[in-house]
């Protein structure tokens, strides 16, 4: 094992490069993922391939819903339970094969909806009830084959949203009065067919965004007054056809985050202002090409996630910062293609679930870690654990032994730069 140091001698500092070779291995992931990491499994918290991944947190915990591929394609739900993933009852629990799976919350209780392929592509709501799923409701309740499920709770009443195929694919949305599903409106109130969709409920107030066939596929959000649907603001409001929409709210404001396929298919993110939908920084904000994205706000901060075209559809998250979109770390930090992002936060750390497509489509989930890396003011002891670089035989401590407590500067062209101040 060689090493080419070269010192460079200032009036208060000494700068040390450390060139690593064939003996010193970088961590996997250490620097494609730049403080993104696994939780639980970095090859996968499911057994085989999954699709329709959505994640959630709850009461500080992590849950997973997907299509599981090793179950004929039925639903999973799995837990983190603070070291490994579990499963919430049994894994593949539907009936049948379920498509566009969503999962969340009413206090403890978590619910899924999908697309039952043992009720003629109908529409079924599960919940856990401690020791198993069972139907809330009947199983395939819709009056015929649906698309694009969604799910939202008001307090303990679940509210669904589909693509109707009675209607020709206009939007319906139907909830549970504690007995059966009952048509919130009229079923198909949308004037024509819809295609994507999102559903969130404010203040007891269900909202619904979806790509809009008549105005051209563009972006419309529609809100339930107690007797009607109503557009809110303008149909068809984005500049151009969208796909992938998401809203979300924060402190009464909707927001929405779609492909713009006005703008190279790259990510936008509008709010309705109490007039009219205006956008949160730049339209098509994104490098390149941005699918599945998944809109989440913190702290009053927007995030998106996204399969990022511009990086071999690799995940990447990025969030307003008030001015601009930036990275969350790395952009395209996962180890390969990253299908159905989902994002969630745990308090202020945000996490991503997807299907990943390095490891044979099995779900995976990252959260990102928030590490000062200020190159003169963060100092770091590199005899401690989780540095992010592994050295099997133990040739570098020894080499910077001595040095005390250094800055890490960088690593370029495999040469580490270190920063001590002279005493």
Excluded: C, H
Excluded at 29 to 36: D, F, K, L, R
Excluded at 54 to 81: E, P, R
Excluded at 209 to 234: H, I, L, Q, R
């Amino acid at each position: 094992m060689k090493f080419k140091l070269s010192s460079l001698k200032t009036k208060a500092t000494y700068l040390l490069a450390v060139t690593l070779l064939a003996s010193l291995t970088i961590a996997p992931g250490a620097m494609a993922a730049t403080n993104w990491q696994s939780v639980g499994s970095e090859t996968g918290l499911s057994s085989g391939g999954t699709e329709y991944v959505s994640l959630v947190s709850n009461s500080g915990n992590l849950y997973v819903a997907y299509q599981d591929n090793n179950n004929s394609d039925k639903a999973t739900v799995m837990k983190f339970d603070g070291s490994d993933w579990v499963a919430v009852g049994s894994a593949g629990f539907s009936a049948g094969a379920a498509y566009n799976i969503s999962l969340p919350f009413s206090g403890s209780t978590p619910y899924v909806v999908y697309e039952d392929g043992a009720n003629s592509d109908k529409a079924t709501v599960m919940k856990f009830d401690g020791s198993d799923w069972v139907a809330v409701g009947s199983a395939g309740f819709s009056a015929g084959s649906v698309v694009n499920t969604r799910i939202a709770l008001d307090g303990s009443t679940p509210y669904v949203a589909y693509e109707d195929g009675p209607t020709g694919n206009k939007a319906t949305v139907m909830k549970f009065d504690g007995s059966d599903w009952v048509v919130v409106g009229s079923a198909g109130f949308s004037t024509g067919g819809v295609y994507t969709i999102s559903l969130a409920i404010n203040s007891s107030t269900p909202y619904l965004a979806y790509e809009d066939g008549p105005t051209g596929n563009k972006a419309t959000v529609m809100k339930f007054d107690g007797s009607d649907w109503v557009v809110v603001g303008s149909a068809g409001f984005s500049a151009g056809a969208v796909g992938d929409i998401s809203i979300v709210f924060d402190s009464n404001i909707p927001y929405v985050s779609y492909r713009d396929y006005s703008n190279s298919y790259k990510a936008t993110v509008m709010k309705f202002n109490g007039s009219g939908w205006v956008g949160v920084g730049s339209a098509g904000f994104s490098a390149g090409d941005a699918l599945y994205t998944s809109l989440a706000i913190n702290g009053g901060t927007p995030y998106v996630a996204y399969s990022d075209g511009s990086n071999s559809s690799k995940a990447t998250v990025m969030k307003f910062d008030g001015s601009d979109w930036v990275a969350v770390g790395s952009a395209g930090f996962s180890a390969g293609s990253a299908l159905y992002t989902s994002l969630a936060f745990v308090g202020s750390t945000p996490y991503i679930a997807y299907s990943d497509g390095s490891n044979s489509d099995k779900t995976i989930v990252m959260k990102f870690n928030n590490p000062d890396t200020s190159t003169n003011s963060t100092t770091t002891n590199l005899n401690a654990p989780d540095t992010g670089y592994s050295s099997p035989n133990n040739v570098v401590s020894p080499i910077i032994a001595g040095l005390g407590v250094v800055s890490i500067l960088a690593v370029v062209s495999g040469v580490l730069l270190l920063y001590r101040q002279k005493s």
